[in-house]
């Protein structure tokens, strides 16, 4: 499959969440539902986090690093997904579907206030616009408008979190991370779950769920990774930011629901500040102290050099490596190697 369809493909396949979840909301709860989501993930993911772990050292995670995944887990899989389906209670799936976008800006905004990331007008413009999207869409359907687009704003500030934190974990893998995310959280919404309400689902509603789970949040999440492995990370999220668009179509083809003005202008508005924000990135001169650490990386990228005999520079691979103190400027974003802090004489590079 190309890299753009792999993007593309699991853009789709996540944004198909959201009217899958409208309709298993009707035999589960939220917590229920959540549950079963993610562990659906997890038995997806788990077989390819197994082969992942066994390809290279074991290396336990840095206390720093286990925090990060334990907030991950907590906000990211436990709360965030709960306050997603609570709106779906009061408010259209397209609505809530073209809402998810918030989570970009989010994360971006998020990344300035508190990891010491640097975001330009362009940026901040896009945060503003998505804004300004969200309260259009919330505020045309009355009280429970309101109420679901302030719960999806909620769900979309633990997911901004749990980028940053997932992005910084040093030692485990896209695979390995939902997997771990998958397990503890899923199960502890879904003991939550039925420890609320008595499980009233039929075997098929659950079976539904948890295949839903399997496809929307891990399937999904491996088509993700291996598109940005060709396509590099900014044009593979460029792709998958789609899914929200295609979740808000999808919920208006197969569910039957209006598509009203404000719903084309709000979708209209977050395209726009999904662009902006993409648009949004910086130049300077830094430096890169010396560093030893387990990630997944290719040679290609101008800060991994070390030589692996007959493996190509654009292959994807993880292991343990140090980096020796480097001085260079490029444009960049703040990624593993990228978090450090801007002087004032940086400002606006």
């Known amino acids: ?99 998810l976008n918030l989570e970009t800006a989010a994360t971006a905004a998020l990344g300035v206030l508190l990891f010491r990331e640097r975001m330009g007008a362009c940026g901040w413009l896009g945060v503003a616009t998505g804004l300004a999207a969200a309260a259009l869409l919330a505020g045309g359907s009355g009280l429970p408008g309101v109420r679901a687009g302030m719960l999806v704003a909620l769900a979309c500030l633990a997911w901004g979190l749990d980028n940053h934190w997932t992005a910084l974990i040093d030692g485990l893998g896209p695979a390995e991370t939902t997997t771990c995310k998958g397990l503890v959280a899923g199960a502890a919404n879904l003991l939550l779950g039925l420890a609320l309400a008595p499980l009233q689902a039929s075997w098929t509603t659950i079976g539904g769920a948890l295949v839903v789970g399997a496809l929307s949040y891990g399937a ?88 692996h005999p007959g493996l190509p520079p654009g292959t994807r691979h993880t292991h343990l490596h140090r980096h020796e103190e480097r001085v260079h400027r490029h444009r960049h974003l703040p990624d593993l190697h990228h978090r450090h802090t801007h002087r004032e004489q940086d400002s606006g590079r």
């Open 220 to 307: 999904s999440i491996v088509l993700y990774v291996l598109a940005s492995h060709h396509l590099g990370a900014t044009r593979a999220q460029v792709a998958f930011s789609s899914a929200p668009f295609l979740g808000a179509g999808l919920s208006f083809l197969l569910l039957g629901e209006p598509c009203g003005p404000r719903h084309g202008w709000a979708g209209a508005l977050l395209a726009v500040g999904v662009v902006l924000l993409f648009l949004d990135r910086h130049e300077h001169t830094h430096t890169h102290p010396a560093l030893e650490h387990v990630h997944s990386h290719r040679h290609d990228d101008g800060h991994h050099d070390h030589v």
């Open 1 to 99: 499959m190309h890299p753009l369809a792999m993007a593309l493909v699991a853009a789709l396949l996540f944004g198909a969440s959201t009217p899958a979840s409208k309709l298993l909301l009707r035999d589960l709860t939220p917590s229920q539902l959540a549950g079963l989501l993610y562990l659906g993930a997890a038995l997806a993911t788990g077989p390819l986090a197994r082969r992942d772990r066994s390809k290279r050292a074991k290396r336990p995670l840095d206390r720093r690093s286990a925090w990060r995944l334990a907030g991950a887990v907590l906000l990211g899989g436990l709360v965030g997904p709960v306050l997603v389906l609570l709106a779906l209670r009061s408010a259209s799936s397209a609505s809530v579907a073209l809402l």
